[in-house]
Protein backbone atom coordinates (compact mmCIF):
# COMPACT_ATOMS: atom_id res chain seq x y z
CA UNK A 1 0.00 0.00 0.00
CA UNK A 2 1.32 3.80 -0.87
CA UNK A 3 1.13 6.47 1.99
CA UNK A 4 -1.09 9.19 0.58
CA UNK A 5 -2.73 11.96 2.40
CA UNK A 6 -5.51 10.01 3.95
CA UNK A 7 -3.29 7.13 5.37
CA UNK A 8 -3.83 6.64 9.10
CA UNK A 9 -1.59 7.89 11.56
CA UNK A 10 -3.24 6.76 14.19
CA UNK A 11 -2.05 3.14 14.82
CA UNK A 12 -5.06 1.84 13.87
CA UNK A 13 -4.35 0.68 10.43
CA UNK A 14 -7.71 2.62 9.39
CA UNK A 15 -7.47 5.11 6.61
CA UNK A 16 -7.66 8.93 7.97
CA UNK A 17 -11.34 9.52 7.02
CA UNK A 18 -12.66 6.32 8.46
CA UNK A 19 -10.83 7.38 11.79
CA UNK A 20 -12.75 10.56 11.57
CA UNK A 21 -16.01 9.09 11.31
CA UNK A 22 -15.61 6.96 14.13
CA UNK A 23 -14.13 9.32 16.22
CA UNK A 24 -10.93 7.80 16.74
CA UNK A 25 -9.21 10.89 14.65
CA UNK A 26 -9.44 15.18 15.41
CA UNK A 27 -10.74 16.15 12.38
CA UNK A 28 -8.20 18.93 11.37
CA UNK A 29 -8.94 22.49 12.45
CA UNK A 30 -6.20 24.41 10.74
CA UNK A 31 -6.90 27.06 7.51
CA UNK A 32 -10.31 28.04 5.86
CA UNK A 33 -13.26 26.19 7.19
CA UNK A 34 -14.01 23.53 4.03
CA UNK A 35 -16.69 23.81 2.06
CA UNK A 36 -17.62 20.02 1.97
CA UNK A 37 -17.28 17.86 5.10
CA UNK A 38 -17.48 14.02 5.33
CA UNK A 39 -20.93 13.89 6.41
CA UNK A 40 -21.71 15.49 3.46
CA UNK A 41 -19.73 13.50 0.99
CA UNK A 42 -21.40 10.17 2.47
CA UNK A 43 -25.27 11.68 2.77
CA UNK A 44 -24.68 12.54 -1.25
CA UNK A 45 -23.26 9.26 -2.41
CA UNK A 46 -26.15 7.62 -0.04
CA UNK A 47 -28.96 9.66 -1.61
CA UNK A 48 -27.52 8.74 -5.50
CA UNK A 49 -27.34 4.88 -3.97
CA UNK A 50 -30.98 5.17 -2.73
CA UNK A 51 -32.19 6.85 -5.98
CA UNK A 52 -30.31 5.35 -9.32
CA UNK A 53 -28.64 2.29 -7.48
CA UNK A 54 -25.16 1.23 -6.09
CA UNK A 55 -23.83 1.40 -9.36
CA UNK A 56 -24.13 4.90 -10.19
CA UNK A 57 -22.00 6.32 -7.04
CA UNK A 58 -18.98 7.33 -8.51
CA UNK A 59 -16.92 10.27 -7.30
CA UNK A 60 -18.02 12.05 -10.05
CA UNK A 61 -21.63 11.41 -9.34
CA UNK A 62 -21.19 12.18 -6.05
CA UNK A 63 -19.44 15.36 -6.48
CA UNK A 64 -21.91 16.50 -9.25
CA UNK A 65 -24.96 16.00 -6.61
CA UNK A 66 -22.72 18.43 -4.21
CA UNK A 67 -21.97 21.03 -6.92
CA UNK A 68 -18.10 20.35 -5.74
CA UNK A 69 -15.52 19.28 -8.52
CA UNK A 70 -14.35 15.37 -8.25
CA UNK A 71 -10.82 16.02 -7.21
CA UNK A 72 -11.71 18.18 -4.12
CA UNK A 73 -13.65 14.72 -2.75
CA UNK A 74 -10.51 12.82 -2.52
CA UNK A 75 -9.32 15.63 0.20
CA UNK A 76 -11.87 13.88 2.39
CA UNK A 77 -11.77 10.32 0.79
CA UNK A 78 -8.86 8.87 -1.14
CA UNK A 79 -11.04 6.02 -3.13
CA UNK A 80 -14.61 4.93 -4.41
CA UNK A 81 -14.11 1.85 -2.06
CA UNK A 82 -13.56 3.88 0.99
CA UNK A 83 -16.63 5.86 0.01
CA UNK A 84 -18.27 2.34 0.09
CA UNK A 85 -16.88 1.60 3.65
CA UNK A 86 -18.13 4.97 4.82
CA UNK A 87 -21.75 4.75 3.59
CA UNK A 88 -22.15 1.29 4.46
CA UNK A 89 -21.12 2.41 8.46
CA UNK A 90 -23.61 5.45 8.10
CA UNK A 91 -26.58 2.89 7.39
CA UNK A 92 -25.40 0.42 9.98
CA UNK A 93 -24.50 2.83 12.58
CA UNK A 94 -21.28 3.64 14.23
CA UNK A 95 -19.09 0.86 15.76
CA UNK A 96 -18.45 -0.92 18.78
CA UNK A 97 -15.67 1.19 20.64
CA UNK A 98 -12.94 -0.63 20.53
CA UNK A 99 -11.73 -2.39 24.11
CA UNK A 100 -8.81 -0.22 25.85
CA UNK A 101 -6.00 -2.78 25.35
CA UNK A 102 -6.31 -1.98 21.53
CA UNK A 103 -5.97 1.59 21.53
Not at 14 to 40: F, M, N, Q, Y
Not at 56 to 75: C, D, F, H, I, W
Not at 76 to 86: G, I, R
Amino acid sequence: MTENSSASSGGTGLPASIEAAWGLRERPVKGPKPGLTLDRIVDAAVSVAASEGLPAVSMGRVAKELGASTMSLYRYVSAKEELYVLMQEAAMGAPEPLPSSVC
